[in-house]
């Protein structure tokens, strides 16, 4: 015949308990840096911009003709540059959102999975 | 198993210790919550996105009912460019607001890291009381 012990302690279920939520969170950490890396490696395509095929409405043609070649060409480097170093940002921000998730979590759930083998080890004795 | 087993059991299962452990659960992870959040937050700070408005985006054409269709008649390049900066200092005003979510961020971990400290402590004390984090 087996029997099974089944330990209720209180303070197994609480140890358990944060080594699951903190599991989680390292999970959506690891998620996070892997979605910025899919980001990093496919390039983005502004396609609402003002020079996106999406945008019919500027009329970038009479812009031309009002204020020169060299104005409209002016312009859209300057979007261009800025949006690329806003993306090279939100990067940077997104990279070390999934490391913050991962960097305080795991510590927490380290701590609680030895206290958790500790445990088990002094009942088992 | 013994009765006294059982009383030890029931010991810690009083919902005193219920109420102790589950303090410290939710304190503990409104801590963790506020620093990545406080993390994320600093970061909006280091490094905001930086304005971007096309200047194109500064003149939309009028509608003139004489002309029965659009008009295309933006007013000079130094209005023009008095618009963009007012859009983008706009833009500004509205990034200053990170501070305050990163201070907001740094109170959920001020306000439970004591409260977790000190019910942490409590759940210790009763422990040794009790005599029993080695029996059950």
Known sequence: MIVMKIRWNLEHVYFYLVCFIALILIIIGAVNLTQTAITFITPGYDYYGPYGPGELTRDLDKWEERFGAEFVAEEKERYETLLEENHRRRLMRDLVSGLAFISVAAPVYIYHWRRVARLESEQES | MTTGMWTIIAKAWSVKNLYYYLVCLVTLFM??????SSV??????????????????????????????????????????????????????????????????????????PVYIYHWRRIGMTAEQRGDSDEN
């Open chain 2, 31 to 36: 801590v963790v919550g506020g620093a990545i």
């Open chain 2, 40 to 113: 994320n937050n600093a970061m909006q700070m280091i490094l905001p996105d930086k304005p971007n408005v096309p200047i194109f985006y500064t003149y939309y054409p009028d509608y003139r009912p004489e002309f029965e269709s659009q008009v295309f008649d933006p007013p000079p390049l130094e209005e023009l460019e008095a618009r963009r900066a007012e859009q983008e200092n706009m833009d500004d005003y509205y990034r200053g607001y990170s501070t305050r979510r990163l201070l907001n961020s740094m109170a959920f971990m001020i306000i439970a890291a």
